[in-house]
């Protein structure tokens, strides 16, 4: 099982006003001292855009870059995704990268409400995801599309809607699957084939069931401690790592626990104890 860090665990993330954003220099030396050799990029403009640098950043603390989470417009016929598609991969050429994970920006701030696809905007939808899988393959890039509450793509309908209208290849986010109402471990088990990435999240699903019901937005369930770190909620890893590795999966495995911070925490405190005891459980798990 290879193992890697999001910077969303230290509460870093690409929505306006989402707490307070800590280093990039001390989140990866957390990384690092928890025994994670792998990470992905975090949020465009968290580490430098200028590839160089961004690759200066990462070496630093020897961490080996797995790719990124990508937003993207893709439902809207007038815009075209694939120039900064093409940017990004020129990052990844430099810097490193292998997956580029994809989520279907809803063009609103925040994933606390989005607008309603009609049939012209999901085959837009549809042809920019292949489109944009194309240009990655000729890049030596996987791409994978990222279920996520908030996005174009957030429901168990809308879930299966992509893998059975596109050839895109699928980020299994557990947590947000679970939030839109999906089954991970039965997705696991119909389309195994078409899953690139891992971002093992956990959740309390007391918790995620009120999303769906408006009960809570998205913000506030962050805030209400929605995620927990693995092994600590209602998501059955045991089952998914026994079926990928009844097939081979040989992806990543990115810890994640979406959070909020109030305030940058004190030297020696802060996420980085729960971080540590979701690669605890994911380590047992492999």
């Not at 230290?10 to 306006?16: A, F, H, I, K, S």
């Not at 989520?103 to 607008?115: L, Q």
């Not at 990115?254 to 104890?273: N, R, S, T």
């Amino acid at each position: 099982m290879r193992i890697a860090g999001a910077p969303i665990s230290w509460g870093v993330c690409e929505v306006p006003g989402w707490g307070f954003q800590m280093a990039p220099e001390r989140v990866l030396k957390e990384m690092v001292e928890l025994g994670l050799t792998a990470t992905e990029f975090g949020p465009q403009g968290w580490l430098p855009v200028e590839p160089e640098a961004r690759a200066a950043a990462v070496k630093e603390h020897g961490l080996t870059p797995v790719g990124s989470f990508f937003l993207a417009v893709m439902h809207d016929p007038e815009h075209d995704p694939i120039p900064a598609v093409r940017a990004e991969l020129e990052a990844f050429r430099v810097a490193g990268g292998s997956v580029l994970v994809l989520a279907c920006d809803s063009g609103r701030d925040g994933y606390d409400d989005r607008p309603v696809l009609d049939e012209a905007g999901w085959a837009t939808l549809y042809r920019n995801l292949d489109r944009i899988a194309e240009v990655c393959a000729e890049a030596g890039v996987q791409a994978c599309v990222h279920p996520h509450w908030g996005t174009m793509i957030q429901n168990a309908d809308e879930v299966e809607r992509i893998l059975d209208e596109t050839g895109v290849g699928l980020c299994l986010d557990t947590g947000h699957l679970m939030a839109g109402g999906a089954d991970p471990v039965d997705i696991v088990r119909r389309h195994p084939e078409r899953i690139v990435i891992v971002h093992a999240k956990d959740v309390h699903k007391e918790l995620t069931d009120k999303l769906l019901t408006g009960e809570l937005t998205w913000s506030q369930g962050i805030k209400a401690e929605m995620f927990a770190p693995i092994g600590e909620g209602d998501v059955d890893f045991a089952t998914i790592a026994e079926l990928l590795k009844g097939v081979g999966f040989d992806g990543y495995w990115v810890l994640e626990q979406d959070i909020m911070l109030d305030a940058d925490p004190a030297p020696g405190e802060g996420p980085k104890e729960n971080a540590r005891r979701s690669y605890e459980a994911l380590r047992q798990l492999a």
